[in-house]
């Protein structure tokens, strides 16, 4: 029988496991891997690691007007004067603003909508910041928006519903064209492959 010590052990371990496996990439075999590496390198992984998750957890903020991670209310991005602000690129997740910001394509300013509409789970408009791109539209500022969402049927329904939601306004509205593949995330993608796409981007109807 396993001693109390032992068994209280091993319960750490699987519920650290339990919570690798629910993250992107991550089933139960790879997370308990992971968490085996973890402890046998401690002393050069797991210090610096918990250190690092201290940090994100205290400073790390999101921008109040495009969703992106900050340490302070505005990001670096939204901040900056050099980006065309009036040019609003629509992107499902903060990967996909950092992926289209390191192709050097684009040099508007984000907008993050933190997931695409999944009804099966539950996931509607008022669980994305889509409200929030209507209110920055509103404002009379924005000249266009181009919809930068992966080419799959959920990515391609938010971009629809968007498209209704903001074809009342007097602005020009376009998405990513050719260099997506049909299935493809902005993420997974190379930066040619990010510029070419962006460059090529059309009237979104």
């Not at 933190?114 to 669980?127: F, K, Q, R, S, W």
Request: aromatic share 6%; hydrophobic share 40%; glycine share 8%.
């Amino acid at each position: 029988m396993l001693s109390s010590q032992l068994k209280e052990s091993q319960s750490e371990l699987e519920t650290l496991i339990k919570i690798f496996a629910k993250m992107p990439g991550l089933g139960p075999r790879s997370a308990q891997r992971l968490v085996f590496h973890l402890i046998k390198k401690r002393e050069i992984i797991l210090d610096q690691l918990i250190s690092s998750l201290e940090n994100i957890n205290s400073k790390i903020k999101y921008c109040e007007i495009c969703g992106n991670v900050t340490l302070d209310r505005v990001c670096e991005v939204c901040s900056n004067k050099s980006r065309d602000a009036s040019l609003v690129c629509v992107v499902e997740d903060i990967s996909d603003l950092w992926a289209m910001n390191r192709s050097g394509a684009f040099n508007g300013v984000f907008h993050v909508l933190g997931g695409l509409l999944t009804p099966m789970e539950g996931i509607g408009p008022e669980e994305l910041r889509i409200s929030n791109l209507t209110e920055r539209v509103a404002s009379g500022r924005v000249k266009e928006i181009v919809l930068a969402l992966g080419a799959t049927i959920t990515g391609q329904t938010t971009a629809n519903y968007i498209f209704q939601e903001l074809d009342k306004y007097a602005i020009k509205i376009t998405s990513l064209a050719q260099g997506v593949p049909v299935g493809g995330e902005l993420d997974y993608l190379d930066d040619s492959t990010i510029v070419a796409a962006f460059n090529a981007r059309r009237k979104f109807d």
